[in-house]
């Protein structure tokens, strides 16, 4: 077997509405050979090494499904058994995944393996481990040629790959964090391989990295982590804390301990998780031995009374303690028959104990700590402790270790509670956990007794969620409360748009409209990344990366996020959900790339958006592929977008109260309107809309219903949607390549970056629609990588309706010829009628444009579809037609000397005003030199 390819999708794609990762799988000669005819062996020895596949139900729906899956007469196929194995490697490391389909790619032999992942990477490794145990458990015949190394072990590699996923994992604070935000549907984003977490987006978002939350005070964290002041304000308001000395060597640190008076505690002085702390010293030569292991952690030690009790953790959220509970170090108890090591394994046998963090216990090591421990004791791993008797393998309660917790909210005496809500006021934490020493939690401080020995600024959460002993304790969610609480915002309104043609121009549109409304959008384009206009990021920002910068910004408070087939297939979309979902329309393009073949399959990539809008779908009712989508969406509102005022499906919707855009004729021209529960809403003119030029480009009217409906369905109000559309034009600085109008030569040029055969068409409508007293000139290519029918459609899309073509290619080939995309091309244009003598073949894009601006003269059309697009706009903006004089566009030209002056008549200059000479050729504006 092998992995040919790998995908990785970080949200919502045409396989789950959640990450996946997708291995494209060659089984080889493997297909031939299905678990019923591996045998019984191979499936016993795949379910010693990972019993929880009995748990499996896989298309049964109940454990053991999959079992009976392997174990029927035809049995399945190795590719759906990686599956399950992936996904159980990263049940035992202690990831909750469930999800997995395995399909067939086409090719024999050939399966795309899909399953749920968490992490990246721990999602990629599970994958190849899973592929790595298929090949050691097959026959030795079938085992491909070095696929396993001779020493290669299971058990090795499984604790391995749980450690490294372990490493790679949220803690379980941070996990708890942020599974109580997910609870309250606030999402969250990961921003580093650590602890950093992002709450909400934009404006409303907050951060956490682990415990510590983006209100801590810095002073506070600072405080805190000063063991010796926080020991020192806290006696000076009264609070019971031990006596303590502060030293930097190991003689200081036996003179301290004779002043305090012995037993002694010896700690680093910033050190956490128990590390380097000594206790119940009562030696000078203890005192040295200690001073050694914590002078390693911390150049400065803290030597203070050693405090009887038990070591309790008060956490404290917001000014309220939210869970208490008692920690007892790592340790076995005696039966008076077993070894120490034996009750080690014994213990370590409970399924509640793993690896670090895998399991809400951790398990007991017999290492250099615990060796130590038993020797003062006159013991070692082979002493066999007496019934009842407790043998402690570790001096700190930390969980971490070994420890073990028992909740003791309920039972914690008011005057604790109180001494615990102090301390974490006076040291001006938001979150903060007091580890109290007490003989009895249940009587107060004041008259037992009892000491702080430490606050902490990053507490854990794990001895409170999930305690050995007593009621789990919901300790993430008053966090989550203190963040955001009951009636805030956490989220920013999300709209997605897709389709083949107009969702750059519609998504610039939508987020004009937001602006003018007063928000501060954030825009994600084919050309960049926008916050309130301004490009921050240059580039093709169409997927889950650039949804991620703009959901990040905290500047924004509104989001628009073009999504493109490209970043579909590739990653998935980046936010599991967005509230208002568009497509436009699904179009040949880009067909027989990445596996898709068909309109069909290419419609159900995009579909993606509509299914994961939680409010509003916004659809193309004159699009049948797009129609359909309305079965597969659970929003609350379906919005049909229609040209066609008589389309009896969209009336039907209308009649029943639903929501619609639709185009209708009146006196003065054509009207968008909106329909809602009932509603008949006129909103713009369409000649009104300067995108649409007066009205003629079809399209760009299509794409500003497509706005409008959005901006209604996001709670914009009408007048603002208006504001927007009479606003909003196709500039090249606004929307560039969409349709860039010049019109200071003198024959009208118009830039367009369409590139299959709708989009084309619907320039070519345009140039149809517009008055034209001249000849029509096209400029039209093809991208590299489309097929032949695709270039063919393209030039089919624009025969018989120009007066002079002229056929390039694109600057990147994309494994085509120099001259095999234009040559196609004007073979297409002269099969379908046009005049050799018509068809101008010149590769380069360069040369393609500036030989039809040469060729045009006064009143021409000279229509450009462009690749590079703002070397192209800059070369229309700077040719110079020949023999004008004076400037044009906003570059000087220079003026040959044996020119005629032009014939200028007097004008009196408004402002903003031109001056044409007698050919049209702008001179002057007011302000020119």
């Not at 401080?445 to 919901?474: L, T, W």
């Not at 107009?502 to 384009?525: C, D, S, V």
């Not at 032009?902 to 200059?909: L, S």
């Amino acid at each position: 077997m092998e992995i040919l390819e790998r995908s990785v999708y970080v949200g919502p794609s045409h396989y789950a509405h959640f990450p996946v990762i997708r291995l494209r799988l060659d089984l080889g000669a493997l297909e031939a050979w299905p678990t019923s005819r591996l045998g019984p062996t191979f499936v016993t020895a795949l379910l010693e090494a990972l019993p929880g596949l009995h748990e499996h139900g896989c298309s049964y729906g109940e454990p053991g499904g999959f079992v009976r899956r392997m174990t029927e007469d035809e049995g399945t196929w190795l590719g759906h058994v990686l599956e399950h194995v992936a996904i159980e490697l990263q049940n035992i490391a202690g990831i909750k995944v469930t999800f997995g389909k395995t399909r067939g790619a086409g090719a024999e032999g050939v399966y795309d393996v899909v399953y749920e992942y968490e992490q990246r990477d721990e999602g990629l490794e599970a994958g190849i481990l899973a592929l790595q145990l298929l090949h050691a458990l097959l026959p030795a015949d079938l085992q491909p040629a070095d696929a396993v190394p001779a020493d290669w072990d299971f058990a090795r590699e499984r604790d391995a790959f749980i450690r490294f996923a372990q490493r790679r994992a949220l803690g379980p604070s941070t996990a708890s964090l942020v599974q109580a935000a997910e609870e309250r549907n606030i999402p969250w984003l990961r921003l580093n391989n650590a602890s950093l977490i992002q709450l909400g987006h934009g404006k409303f978002q907050q951060r956490l990295q682990a415990t510590v939350t983006g209100r801590t005070s810095h002073i506070a964290v600072e405080l805190a982590c000063d063991k010796e002041e926080t020991n020192g304000l806290l006696a000076t308001l009264g609070l019971p804390v031990p006596r303590q000395e502060l030293v930097q060597r190991e003689d200081d640190a036996v003179r301290a301990a004779r002043r305090i008076g012995y037993p002694v505690v010896v700690k680093p002085y910033n050190g956490n998780h128990g590390r380097g702390i000594a206790i119940h010293l009562t030696t000078d030569e203890e005192v040295r031995v200690a001073f050694g292991v914590a002078h390693a952690i911390s150049r400065s030690v803290l030597v203070e009374t050693f405090v009887t009790g038990d070591d309790h953790r008060l956490l404290v959220v917001d000014g309220q303690l939210v869970a208490a509970t008692r920690r007892t170090p790592g340790h076995v108890i005696g039966d008076g028959a077993q070894t120490v090591a034996a009750l080690v394994d014994a213990t370590n046998a409970d399924p509640r104990r793993g690896i670090g963090h895998e399991k809400v216990l951790t398990r007991l090591e017999l290492d250099t700590q615990a060796l130590e421990l038993l020797a003062r004791r006159n013991l070692t791993p082979e002493s066999v402790p007496p019934p009842g008797e407790r043998v402690f393998l570790r001096a700190t309660a930390n969980l971490s270790t070994g420890g073990t917790a028992t909740d003791v909210t309920d039972v914690i005496h008011p005057d604790n509670i109180e001494m615990a809500v102090r301390a974490i006021r006076a040291v001006g934490l938001d979150v903060g956990g007091v580890d109290f020493l007490t003989t009895d939690i249940t009587e107060s401080y004041k008259s037992i007794g009892g000491a702080i020995c430490e606050v902490n600024a990053a507490p854990g959460f794990r001895m409170h969620s999930a305690p050995s002993e007593g009621q789990p304790r919901d300790v993430a969610g008053p966090v989550i409360d203190m963040l955001f609480p009951p009636g805030s915002s956490a989220t920013v309104p999300i709209a997605a748009v897709t389709g083949t043609n107009g969702k750059t121009t519609t998504a610039r549109m939508l987020a004009h409209i937001a602006q003018m409304a007063g928000f501060t959008p954030g825009l994600t384009t084919t050309d960049g990344v926008y916050v309130n206009g301004q490009r921050t990021v240059e580039g093709d920002m169409t997927g889950p990366v650039a949804t991620r910068m703009v959901l990040g910004d905290p500047s924004i408070d509104l989001a628009v996020l073009e999504v493109a087939r490209g970043g579909l297939l590739r990653a998935g979309m980046g936010t599991r959900y967005v509230d208002v979902g568009a497509v436009l329309n699904v179009q040949a393009d880009h067909l027989g790339l990445k596996g898709i073949d068909s309109l069909e399959q290419l419609a159900e990539v995009k579909r993606t958006v509509a299914e994961i809008a939680r409010d509003t779908a916004v659809l193309n009712a004159d699009d049948p592929l797009v129609l359909r989508m309305a079965d597969y969406t659970s929003c609350k509102h379906l919005c049909y977008v229609t040209m066609n005022p008589a389309h009896e499906l969209v009336r039907e919707h209308i009649r029943a109260g639903g929501r619609a855009c639709a185009l209708e004729a009146g006196v003065n021209g054509e009207m968008i309107t909106l329909y809602d529960r009932g509603a008949h809403i006129p909103l713009v003119w369409t000649h009104l809309i300067p995108a649409t030029l007066e009205g003629r480009a079809l399209h760009n009217v299509q794409n500003a219903m497509f706005a409008a409906a959005m901006a209604f369905a996001m709670g914009i109000k009408l007048d603002s949607i208006r504001m927007g559309l009479r606003t909003f034009d196709t500039s090249f600085y606004q929307a560039p390549g969409r349709m860039n109008v010049f019109n200071d030569h003198p024959f009208r040029v118009i830039l367009d970056y369409a590139h299959n055969a709708h989009a084309v068409g619907a320039m070519v409508d345009l140039a149809r629609r517009l008055d034209v007293a001249g000849r029509r000139i096209v400029v039209v290519a093809g991208p590299g990588d489309r097929r032949d029918e695709d270039l063919r459609a393209i030039a089919e899309a624009v025969a018989g309706h120009f007066d002079v073509y002229v056929c390039r290619r694109d600057d990147s080939l994309r494994g085509r010829g120099p001259r095999e995309v234009p040559e196609l091309l004007a073979a297409t244009l002269r099969d379908g009628g046009v005049m050799a003598e018509a068809i101008h073949v010149i590769p380069d894009e360069q040369e393609a444009i500036d030989h039809a601006l040469q060729l045009a003269r006064r009143d021409d059309l000279v229509l450009i579809f462009g690749d590079a697009l703002s070397r192209s706009w800059k070369q229309i903006v700077r040719f110079v037609p020949e023999g004008t004089v004076g400037r044009t566009g906003e570059f000087p030209v220079a003026v040959p000397l044996d020119a005629p002056p032009p014939r200028v008549e007097p004008v009196a200059f408004e402002r903003g005003a031109l001056v044409r000479d007698e050919r049209g050729v702008r001179l002057a504006r007011e302000g020119d030199d």
